[in-house]
């Protein structure tokens, strides 16, 4: 358990890297983060690799979130959409590593999704997210 958010990972489910399989959110304010990608205050997609993106997104989330009043471990539910499933596999230490900077063990109900394109073309992740902060 992570914060006030009950995370259950039953028997006769492989054991998850990175994800909880189910998460019992504590009562509290329910919050939508819009998609999130890699932009800066300027609007513009930064980073080089998918790891890079990651995280810039991630923080992206962070911040919307301590706008009001919550923080990463208030997060229930995460979907992460990429334009390259392939390199999210092959740089998925240092997308971990990047992950939990930001986020720290918390692991809410992750989906990982492979679509064609997102908005911005530079984007080649996207992160969506439901929270609740007690």
């Known amino acids: 358990m992570t914060g006030s958010h009950e995370l259950v990972n039953p028997?006769?489910?492989?054991?998850?890297?990175g994800?909880?399989?189910?998460i019992v959110a504590a009562p509290g304010r329910l919050v939508f983060v819009a998609g999130q990608?890699?932009?800066d205050t300027d609007g513009v997609c930064r980073g080089d690799t998918i790891a890079e993106q990651l995280e810039l997104a991630l923080?992206?989330?962070?911040?919307a979130l301590r706008a009001v009043g919550g923080a990463p471990e208030h997060v229930v539910?995460?979907?992460?959409y990429t334009t390259d499933i392939e390199a999210y596999r092959a740089g998925r230490r240092e997308i971990g590593e990047?992950?939990?900077?930001?986020?720290g063990r918390h692991y809410p109900a992750i989906s990982l999704l492979e679509v064609?394109?997102?908005y911005d073309p530079a984007a080649v992740v996207e992160i969506v997210c439901t929270?609740?902060?007690?």
């Open 19 to 22: 994800y909880t399989h189910a």
């Open 98 to 103: 990047r992950y939990r900077t930001v986020f």
């Open 77 to 80: 539910s995460m979907q992460i």
């Open 37 to 39: 990608i890699a932009s």
């Open 116 to 118: 064609s394109n997102l």
């Open 59 to 63: 923080q992206n989330v962070a911040t």
């Open 131 to 134: 929270a609740v902060i007690p």
């Open 11 to 17: 028997e006769g489910l492989p054991e998850p890297a």
